[in-house]
């Protein structure tokens, strides 16, 4: 119930490709889905988050779909570049909570 | 830009020696965690943090495991007796709110 599954392990897309990462959860009293960006030997950075009100949210090329009824959440990088190259990982939080629920985590590889 | 900043950033220790792990977390954020990256694996809530005691704590977060805030603007995370399995990155984390949390650097640990 606390897991969030995320896929694929690992991808890799041309430049200007769309990488699509997928993260599903089972525990409907999530209610705060954040996207972090991984690079090696650095902290996750925040990249986008999104709440269960709305089915998507874009901010600049990383855009978030979201399904509530399939308990699914996707992150879409548009016009990827190689700089883009790092490991995302998706995460759920619940009001009343203090912690997140981390994805296994998907290492995206954008070749030049 | 505020950061989380995060001190030592690599900490080598002995086998059942204790090390405090040290965090300055953003100064008006109101909420302090760790989490805890093992090499290759996903990030792992520890604990949670809000005015001066825990909030919340994981499984992993047992006795040997203490926080505290000595002041005004650290964060600490002290291991007493370390073992083989606690070597990983340890990431301090802080938020204004309940919701978005903004990580630091990271400490990597390594015990041997």
């Known amino acids: 119930q606390q897991q969030v599954k995320q896929s694929p392990q690992s991808l890799i897309v041309q430049k200007g490709g769309i990488p699509i990462i997928n993260c599903a959860y089972e525990n409907t009293a999530f209610d705060y889905f954040p996207w972090y960006q991984q690079f090696p030997g650095k902290g996750p950075a925040l990249l986008i988050a999104i709440r269960p009100d709305v089915s998507e949210k874009k901010e600049g090329r990383f855009t978030i779909s979201f399904n509530k009824s399939a308990k699914q959440f996707s992150l879409h990088i548009m016009d990827s570049q190689p700089g883009d190259s790092a490991t995302y990982f998706c995460?759920?939080?619940?009001?009343?909570?203090?912690?997140?629920?981390f994805g296994t985590g998907t290492r995206l590889k954008v070749l030049a | 830009e505020p950061e989380v900043t995060q001190t030592p950033s690599h900490q080598v220790t002995q086998m059942g020696q204790e090390v405090i792990l040290r965090c300055v977390p953003i100064s008006n954020h109101l909420y302090f965690y760790w989490y805890r990256q093992i090499l290759g694996q996903k990030v792992e809530f520890l604990v949670s943090f809000y005015n001066n005691e825990i909030s919340e704590k994981s499984e992993i977060f047992d006795d040997q495991f203490s926080v505290e805030r000595p002041d005004g603007s650290n964060f600490t995370l002290k291991i007493r007796s370390t073992k083989l399995e606690d070597s990983a990155m340890y990431f301090c984390?802080?938020?204004?709110?309940?919701?978005?949390?903004?990580f630091g650097p990271g400490t990597r640990l390594t015990v041997l």
């Open positions: 995460a759920a939080s619940r009001v009343g909570t203090y912690k997140y629920i």
């Open positions: 984390a802080s938020s204004p709110i309940w919701d978005t949390q903004y």
